[in-house]
């Protein structure tokens, strides 16, 4: 049975769906300021997991991930640059899905702009004014009032009084300029950032949500104020049963990545260097809901990872269907990934079970046992496809990633077979040894030619 930490609890809690094998969630998506950095590829990666193992275990799932296409920084952009919102946010929606697309991250059923939804952003901060949760402030501003929520319930994520230093903005009215925002009752203006995902969310889940997500640095305040006016919005009828959040991304120093510290790293920029399948590995070798320490040199590891289990598949017939004994032969790697995957999502423990699967493979090649390893290898490539790496073929992603460490290997096993031509023995057996520490197994074969797996 599938227990998920529950940020809203604090505790990992069974998870049971709203509605029978139907499952609506809801992420937090992109304020489309800038470029997507390594933050947003973690976070919407790690829902893609969640959601393909969903579907695996037989639930069907509605994915809404919001587009924040209007804020306090796009303002400022479009004031100093004159230019129009749209030529801004048109550009950077634009490289989001060409950054998502080559990272192989799926595309969720609705991705709404908050733009496309003023009109129902008013009516909903109508509402908060009439029902005395809002009021307008001296400056104009319609503002949420949270002493009077405070009035009705307690704050979700527990957060102090004290902490929340003042209201939040629900609508904010132009300031000496009047060319960019939306008319509303209340003057010329833009909404708030939290109003969105509120409005958002109930249009297409009629705030009935299974799971509502998104990176950590959201818990307060975004989270936070989005369930308040939610409750205050639709009372009972609001239901968001579970509250899952990523850890940030931090550099080596234990700092976090932003814009504002010019300390970021963007995904088009590692994209352009490592195949997705690293990046999206790097993204899971911490529990997701740690923080991650970037690394540009965990990279260079993690590329050697995956080419060591692209390595390992290839040569094997991967299109073979398992049958009953099959699986009975491999129930243990079964029983540990589905132990790993019902825990929270593990998928450290998942990476340390698919290479020992690989040993394993690598163990039935070098004994010339290839259907078995062939059946190994489906099973492990069909685990590794649900957690989103190792989906390209075989034969393309060796052929143009041929790297450091595969040429090390070739040189050495020339350099060795011309020792055992030559009958220099020594120095045959010296490198057979080297490429042991390199985790290289070597098999001999005739006419002084060897074949080389790895352990």
């Known amino acids: 049975m599938l227990k998920i930490f529950n940020t809203l609890s604090k505790k990992k809690e069974l998870f049971k769906s709203i509605t029978d094998k139907l499952i609506n969630i809801y992420v937090c998506g992109v304020t489309v300021s800038n470029y997507c950095h390594i933050g947003h590829g973690r976070t919407f990666y790690f829902f893609d997991i969640l959601i393909n193992y969903f579907k695996h275990i037989g639930y069907k799932c509605n994915y809404v991930r919001n587009i924040t296409d209007i804020d306090n920084k796009l303002i400022k952009k479009i004031l100093i640059q004159n230019i129009s919102l749209k030529e801004i946010t048109s550009k950077m929606i634009l490289n989001m899905f060409n950054d998502f697309n080559n990272l192989n991250l799926k595309i969720p059923d609705f991705e709404p702009k908050v ?41 979700f994520f527990n957060q102090k009084i004290d902490v929340l230093k003042s209201d939040f903005v629900l609508w904010k009215i132009n300031k000496n300029c009047d060319n960019y925002g939306w008319e509303s009752p209340w003057g010329k203006g833009i909404p708030g950032w939290h109003i969105g995902c509120s409005v958002i969310s109930n249009k297409y889940f009629d705030n009935c949500i299974d799971i509502h997500g998104g990176g950590c640095d959201l818990i307060f305040p975004h989270h936070e104020n989005d369930l308040i006016q939610s409750k205050c919005l639709y009372g009972k009828k609001y239901l968001s049963n579970y509250w899952m959040h990523t850890g940030m991304v931090l550099n080596f120093e234990g700092n976090k990545l932003s814009k504002s510290k010019n300390n970021v790293y963007w995904l088009r920029d590692l994209l352009k260097i490592y195949h997705s399948d690293v990046i999206k590995f790097f993204f899971m070798s911490t529990h997701y809901r740690k923080n991650l320490y970037f690394n540009i040199l965990e990279l260079e590891k993690y590329k050697i990872c995956i080419n060591k289990l692209y390595l390992c598949l290839d040569n094997l017939n991967l299109n073979i269907s398992l049958n009953k004994k099959d699986f009975s032969s491999f129930k243990e790697f079964d029983d540990l990934f589905y132990n790993f995957m019902n825990d929270d999502l593990n998928i450290p423990k998942v990476y340390t079970l698919i290479f020992n699967m690989m040993h394993e493979i690598n163990k039935f090649k070098y004994n010339n046992r290839y259907l078995l390893a062939s059946k190994l290898a489906c099973k492990m490539k069909y685990f590794s496809n649900l957690i989103g ?27 060795r077979n011309l020792a055992r031509k030559k009958k220099k023995w020594n120095i045959a057996d010296l490198l057979r040894n080297r ?13 002084f030619m060897s074949d080389w797996y790895l352990k």
């Open 389 to 415: 790496i190792l989906n390209s073929n075989v034969s393309f992603y060796l052929r143009n990633n041929n790297n450091k460490f595969i040429k090390k290997i070739n040189r050495l096993i020339k350099i």
């Open 115 to 155: 733009t496309d939804n003023i009109k129902l952003i008013i009516n909903e901060i109508k509402r908060l004014l009439k029902y005395n949760f809002a009021y307008i402030s001296i400056n104009g501003d319609v503002r949420f009032s949270i002493k009077k929520y405070l009035n009705y319930s307690n704050l």
């Open 435 to 447: 490429l042991y520490k390199l985790n290289v197994l070597v098999k001999d074969k005739k006419n």
